[in-house]
């Protein structure tokens, strides 16, 4: 139904309200509802797209649930794209709240995860994450300095590249 209110453009007084509860139980689905916790993304992600009003509400779920699903075994470079498409979303995340502490922790895991390195959504998904915040670039550089020789055939232990 939202959906289809916003194909119309029509302006009514209660989508934002669904819009945030849809937001709120963004990641309380289960396995089993994989379907509909993706369809409720995509709604999320496209409020967002279109610049709809207060969209800064929802700014902590889409990511990580974008990031959840890019790093998962069966991770998509679909996925991984939605994720650039709304890269942006974290700037209005404050990385030194506690309730920011798990999304940090996925963006870390991005950054170890091959197919962010494999796609150009990927790349330049990571490429914006260093320069969202100092201690955020930190870590993610940390996280990269650990993966890239990997994927790049040089030893883990070797320092010399990154002199």
């Not at 453009?9 to 849809?22: G, M, R, T």
């Not at 649930?65 to 498409?85: E, F, H, Q, W």
Request: proline content about 3%.
């Amino acid at each position: 139904i939202i959906n289809i209110l916003l194909d119309k453009k029509i302006k009514h007084p209660k989508i934002h309200a669904c819009v945030s509860l849809i937001h709120d139980c963004l990641l309380q689905f289960s396995d089993k509802n994989s379907y509909v916790q993706n369809c409720c993304s995509q709604l999320l992600e496209r409020y967002w797209l279109e610049k709809l009003e207060n969209r800064e509400n929802l700014a902590i779920n889409v990511p990580s649930y974008l990031i959840v699903r890019s790093i998962c075994p069966i991770g998509k470079v679909t996925d991984v794209a939605r994720l650039n498409a709304i890269k942006d979303m974290l700037e209005l995340i404050n990385f030194q709240c506690s309730t920011a502490k798990s999304l940090l922790q996925l963006l870390c895991n991005a950054a170890s995860n091959k197919l962010f390195y494999k796609s150009k959504d990927g790349v330049e998904f990571l490429s914006y994450v260093l320069t969202i915040d100092k201690d955020v670039m930190l870590l993610i550089d940390q996280a990269m300095k650990f993966v890239i020789p990997v994927q790049l055939g040089l030893s883990r232990c070797s320092e010399e590249p990154w002199k």
